[in-house]
């Protein structure tokens, strides 16, 4: 069966009994499993992850929209994090028997039902992008809700799906569909601050490094170390065990060592395996001879 | 759910009819899944790889034994492979969600029914067995089939279960419970055979070696390369990558590289994922944040 991935914001992050019932409601849809529910009171944003085929995702997306809609006003939303809608973002990630190309096929119908249905502009992002200006999510949340009716007075800002205007309580949202984001960081064996940010700068793509890594040096000041912290976008063109020995690498020319890395959350088992694969030189290998894949067949 | 892992040997190999047929009974016992199937005709013999919870495998291996007596009779069986019963051993290994001791108890459950439903006397191995003299399965199986009502005869050699006597057509059974066996090779970049041997001794238990390895040295010709051939008995105590970076270690002392490795069949995630969790460094990892896993439990 096919597993997609799914990863809303919703601009709801304090009042948790109405994010619970929200994603109760998700819940109970045939085919959709809850993951993970995570809620920022500082933000007032909660990050949904939920998983399921095509169909179960069909439904649950517009479930979610309506219930949403109920409960959060974006004109006496307040908070850290940029937003412009009360759904904020949904992509969809392929994980297991399904292709990049049918999860942005879901993006552009859900998107379609969501723009009808619920009257809410729909901008499409990532590989589901109508256009290269619209890849970039920062881009497309450029002035928030509150600069919203101004942008979409644009042509060029015209939305891929629903009202050519801001729906009055509920602004507009993102739908793309995008790889699964690896949260990876690496630590060094020092408190040399100027070390991490220049190993950083050396593997993130903005500053000429790997294609798909984001990065940034920080001090983890209790533990007197200093850490790279970074996001992969993209693991299976720049896999984690070539992030990791480029970084060891290059700390290696300060004379300074690798102490250890971490995986924060969740990451795809093939990026494991490729790791694996990749430091024993296993040849011919198949994951259909991990065992546990094998009786999940 | 628990997940067992149930390798049957039996003593068929030719007639694959007649194995397809058990193959299928087992295949209809709820809640159990057939793997694979291989039969070896030189053998005379068929290892079928079966998985499920503790319920179905007390259901389907007094039934596999059923059909089996049903087609087998050891009287008129001739092949390669040393063999004491029709069915031969039954290993139950611990996958998911269980422990060694649960797969120790079912092993003795069902070699309590089995010698009392079929009338075949039952040999404990592995972790399963009642005494040491019976851990080593070619150590019960010596003298086979055809010295079996001799032996048999001797106290020291009582059946764990079941009667005095070895049943007339089906002979004995050895039935225990034991850690998956990962089949590991490690290719070298040179045609010196010695050096292969070398190595094979230097890793393997017998010889001095790692303690749950075994190992030999064997040339593959039609590639002018040599082989360390593997057997990894316990990869939780003896992991893959320890083995990996001990060969590489010992045939740098003779100037040769390591080629690539290759895994036979099937290996438990697990494995895989210590060598990743252990090559990046990983702090604190936990296969709960690997996706696939997440989505299963």
Redesign the interface.
Known sequence: MA?I?CVPNISEGRRTEVVAGIAEALGAVPGL?V?DVQSDATHNRSVLTI?GDAASLRAAIPLLFERTLEVVDLRLHRGEHPRLGAVDVVPFIP??GVTMAECVALAREVGDLVGRRLGVPVYLYEDAASRPERKNLENIRRGEFEGLAARMSQAEWAPDFGPAHPHPSAGATVIGARM?LIAYNI?LATDRLDVAKKIASAVRMSSGGLRFVKAMGLALEDRGIVQISMNLTNFEKTP??RV?ELVKREAARYGVN??????V?????AA??Q???Y???????SPN????????E
């Open positions: 597993v991935e499993r993951l998983a994980i297991e699964p630590n984690v065990f990791f690798v102490l250890e890395s971490e995986i959350g969740l990451i795809p088992q494991l395996l790791a694996a694969e430091y024993l030189q296993i040849e011919g290998f001879q991990v065992l546990e894949n094998k009786l999940r």
